[in-house]
């Protein structure tokens, strides 16, 4: 199938194949004529098992399956291709240039550990690592095949999951405190665990009073499903009131009538982050998240006894990891936990209790009998 040669002015010996009908020459890096001699096995080998020869691996470099990477993100119109590009810019100051086959786990965890002595944070360099291994599927999957495998990219554990959520009072506290025009706002996510995007996006046509139900369509969302949200009577009511402001400003010709549902003197609401920050100080809860009404409505649903798929489809998670980071237990959970475990064992001991029995029984063997109160 194959023949091994010397070039001229070569020290080292090549190798030359074909496969459908397609010629391939290889340097064997040596100038042993064995070693190319096993090179060519190896190749035929592959050949005949209906493999790629590994010289087209060898080819493709990680700026390729970078480009590659991009052009994935651009076609599909993902909304995260800026941290995608920036996470493509960091892994090029470690792999820029260097072959497909040659990054292994070990230089991997080289790239880990320089990351680390940067300061970067365990999340920020597995989502660099996410990218890296998402390069490596992309080239896997295409027609004809870039890599041979996907190399084994070990991730860090993260400690920094949030874990705030809001109880009851501490949402009426933090309402007080909130100016007007946001407090339908909060209320709103409270209830249905959206994305502030998703909120702030809403306008009146995804809206139907008349069913009490509220709409995201296919594509709007950011994994791109749609979305239905059954409003309870609470939230309904609030939606009715807004609907009925509006409605009077627009038959006036008021400018601050607006096609969304929330906004701000006719304005879509912006950033409201020093709002937010001040509010959360005034009331007692410093450093709270706006995103931590997401995972408090997630809780609330699971501990009203709704189906957590059913949960996952109201809030929009679509992979059961991460709906579980945001289905946490507070303390009172466990504390609740505690005192129902006591209950049942009351309850128990109640129903059971056993008795001494005297004389011993034909056996003798002393014996209890059970009795009811």
Not at 204 to 223: A, Y
């Amino acid at each position: 199938m194959g023949c091994v040669y010397r070039r001229r002015n070569s020290k080292n010996w090549w190798i030359k194949y074909s496969r459908n009908g397609k010629a391939y020459q290889e340097s064997s890096g040596s100038d042993l004529k064995a070693v190319a001699q096993r090179l060519l096995k190896r190749r035929e080998g592959e050949i005949a098992q209906g493999k790629v020869p590994g010289v087209v691996y060898d080819r493709i470099t990680f700026d390729e399956l970078a480009d590659d990477f991009l052009t994935d993100y651009r076609v599909n119109e993902k909304r995260s291709f800026v941290k995608a590009e920036h996470s493509v810019e960091v892994l090029k100051k470690e792999f820029g240039g260097m072959k497909a086959p040659a990054i292994t786990t070990a230089s991997i965890k080289r790239y880990i550990a320089r990351r680390q002595g940067e300061k970067a944070s365990k999340a920020t360099i597995n989502r660099e690592l996410a990218a890296l291994k998402r390069m490596y599927k992309l080239g896997l999957i295409c027609t004809p095949a870039k890599v041979a495998q996907v190399p084994h990219i070990p991730m860090l554990r993260e400690d920094n999951v949030r874990t705030g959520f809001f109880e009851h009072e501490k949402f009426q506290d933090l309402m007080k405190h909130l100016p007007e025009y946001l407090r339908p706002v909060a209320f709103f996510a409270y209830c249905s665990g959206w994305r502030r995007g998703e909120i702030l996006s809403l306008q009146w046509d995804q809206v139907d009073l008349n069913q009490g139900i509220v709409r995201l369509e296919p594509g709007t969302t950011k994994n791109k499903d749609g979305r239905t949200l059954y409003m309870e009577p609470q939230l309904w009511q609030m939606m009715r009131g807004l609907h009925a402001q509006n409605e009077v400003k627009r038959k006036e010709k008021d400018p601050s009538h607006c096609s969304y549902v929330f906004h701000l003197q006719g304005k879509r609401i912006g950033s409201f982050r020093k709002v937010w920050i001040t509010a959360c100080k005034k009331a007692g809860m410093p450093g709270m998240l706006f995103h931590d009404f997401r995972r408090t409505a997630v809780r609330n649903m699971v501990r009203a006894g709704i189906p957590e798929r059913v949960v996952m489809a109201i809030s929009g998670h679509r992979t059961r990891a991460v709906f579980d980071r945001y289905n946490i237990v507070s303390a009172e959970d466990l504390s609740k936990a505690a005192q129902k475990r006591q209950e049942y064992r009351d309850q128990q001991e109640q129903q059971l209790h056993f008795s001494y029995t005297d004389p011993q029984n034909e056996k003798g063997v002393v014996a209890f009998r059970a009795t009811t109160p």
